[in-house]
């Protein structure tokens, strides 16, 4: 069992990430600005991937990077975290304009809630009822505050299929954070990076294609 002092560390790391993923819709909303969510999120993610690997190797050896049997589920897990997630995030949130930084955040606050439901949908194992009216207070909650209480604009301004594509969005990070129980003998910095090196890899021949059938604009030196 976790000491207290264990949990209460942990507890301010989720905070900081929390605060940290936060700040981030406001900051990718100036980006877009000058930059599609396709590349932005390529040229995000590339040195990280490149930085971890780095790491990887001088923590644990070359080892670490063999995927045991397991490259499928790395890829699926990478491309839901680091592919989907980022991309259907970014591209709702570009679609909802301005609004979208709010209703962006409010959709990746209700990560907990998708994972709840998944787990008990994928593990049979049913939450209790106090987590059960926790879930369903966060979504009514989440609900109030992107329709402002006004459940007829879901459907109005053409807000239907970004808020659409940030729930997928929301859902593939929800699969990703799952998906590190799949391989529990593993590190936290293994499966990150293994996951991010897969999911990138799909991310890159999206962009790639898209690129090469125009339908992705190259983003300028200057930009």
Not at 13 to 19: G, R
Not at 66 to 80: P, S
Not at 110 to 127: D, N
């Amino acid at each position: 069992m976790a000491s207290r002092q264990s949990v209460l560390f942990g507890a301010l790391l989720l905070i900081i990430a929390s605060a940290s993923w936060g700040a981030m819709f406001p900051v990718a909303a100036e980006i877009f600005k000058v930059m599609n969510p396709f590349y932005f999120t390529l040229l995000r993610y590339l040195p990280v991937a490149v930085i971890l690997i780095v790491i990887l190797y001088l923590k644990e050896g070359p080892s670490a990077f063999k995927t045991e049997g397991h490259t499928f589920m790395i890829w699926f897990f990478g491309t839901m975290g680091f592919t989907v997630y980022n991309l259907l995030m970014f591209i709702g949130q570009d679609q909802l304009g301005d609004p979208g930084v709010l209703i962006a955040s409010i959709m990746e606050a209700s990560v907990p809630i998708i994972s709840a439901i998944v787990m008990w949908a994928y593990y049979r194992a049913k939450p209790s009822n106090f987590v059960l009216m926790t879930i369903l207070i966060a979504f009514v909650g989440v609900l109030l505050v992107v329709t402002n209480g006004d459940f007829s604009t879901l459907m109005g301004g053409g807000r239907l299929l970004p808020l659409f594509l940030l729930f997928l969005g929301a859902l593939g990070w929800a699969l990703y954070t799952i998906g590190g129980s799949r391989v529990p003998k593993w590190s936290v910095l293994r499966y990150s990076t293994l996951s991010i090196l897969y999911g990138m890899g799909t991310t890159t021949i999206v962009v790639i294609i898209g690129t090469m059938m125009g339908k992705i604009a190259v983003p300028t030196i200057p930009e």
